[in-house]
């Protein structure tokens, strides 16, 4: 009997292809809303349904929520070479000021606005930039003015729109314009302030609003009060000085405004003063009272900012403190609380020097996983100081007004 050959212990390797792993569609959104826009808009190529659920609205708001949690700041970089007066806009993360010093602005050709026909930032909302453009006739002095909507990162641009004309007789301090996002229609709109109203004599400042998508000025609710936007700043002798622009809120554009009434004590600044607020879905505006408690104004004239999500209002205490008020419930004049109170020598800032135009402008507050507060100010101040002192300037645990 001849034996028998020994069995193979190897297994017959199988032709048929293994189907990859599959991974839920829930999982694959959630992962996908967690990148950068720049990280997403690569990630498009990898299949259809990728592409598809990049670009529906859905996921884009859900997206845009995430991405609050790390933000950018919005920077407006001038090319003083340039005898055209080109600049360019760029965007920093807040995490590179809180983790450098210095910072190095980015240069790309890409983000210079004299490519795209444009001079100006007229503001940016939600990751969308609001660009302004103009030409000059030399012989009528008729300014003709566009506008266009740019989403620097997904590179892509609108037409030329909201097209007018006005006569160019130095009007560059009594018309200014505001970009926000109307919540309630889902929509992007432009705001013309213009000093007087021809149709009521009792308004200080008339208003407009642009819709993008509707390319039709609308005359809107006139102003009783003129927004500091308006009023002329000795600084700004070449647009760079926008501490008084009005700053969007929650469907809302807000400004600090001279109440200019002659029957209100000039040395009161609580009376001299007071918010405006526009809310873009019902395009009225309603007025608030500044806190109780600034009592006194210095050289160094107050401001409004957005911190954590809240209306804040800043000014100087006796050329020593910076006071910073909060109103806790939006709307509420009763619900302003001094938020926080820190002395200039903590950033480094002396008055005594005789630096009235310097003055600070809070740009974000964070609190980090050990709970500790960040607070990241602008330096304002003339523009041959604007080029040698730092823009920015961390404040580590400042010390909170309970």
Known sequence: MSPQPPKS????????????????????????????????????????????????PVFTKMHFSRSALNPFFSLIS??????????????????????????????????????????????????????IGYSINEWTKYKRVWFRFWNPATRSISEKLGYFFYYDKNERKSIKFVF???????????????????????SKVSAKAFSFGGN????????????????????????????NDGIYLSGSINWLAYRDDDNLRKDNPVEKYVIVS????????????????????????????VLKDSLCFCHDLDLTDFVIWQMMEFGNEKSWTQFLKFSYHSVRMNYEFGLPLLKLMPLHLSENE??????????????????????FQLLENPQPQL
Not at 220 to 238: H, Y
Not at 377 to 388: A, D, K, Q
């Open 9 to 56: 212990h190897r297994r017959r390797q199988s032709n048929t292809p293994k189907t990859p792993p599959t991974l839920p569609e829930e999982l694959i959104t959630d992962i996908l809303s967690r990148l950068t826009v720049k990280h997403l808009m690569q990630m498009k190529c990898v299949s259809k349904s990728w592409n598809t659920l990049i670009t529906d």
């Open 216 to 243: 039709v000025w609308r005359n809107i609710q006139s102003f009783p009060v003129v927004p500091l936007q308006l009023v002329m700043d000795p600084r700004e002798n070449n647009g760079v000085v926008k501490e």
């Open 180 to 202: 926000g996002y109307d919540n309630s229609t889902d929509t992007y709109k432009v705001v013309m302030l213009r000093s007087g109203c021809e149709s009521d004599p009792e």
């Open 370 to 391: 050990q709970g500790k507060l960040y607070l990241i100010l602008r330096y304002v101040g003339p523009p041959s100081r604007i080029m040698l002192k730092a823009w």
């Open 278 to 305: 526009l809310d873009l879905g019902t395009e009225t505006n309603t007025q608030f009272l500044l806190p109780e408690g600034f009592e006194k104004e210095s050289y160094v004239g107050p401001s409004v900012c």
């Open 78 to 131: 001038n090319n003083l070479s340039a005898r055209d007066g080109d600049c360019s806009f760029v965007t920093v993360p807040v995490n590179r000021l809180l983790e450098n010093r210095y910072i190095t602005v980015p240069k790309s050709p890409y983000f210079r606005l004299r490519d795209k026909e444009c001079r100006d930032v007229v503001g940016s909302c939600n990751g969308l930039v609001c660009l």
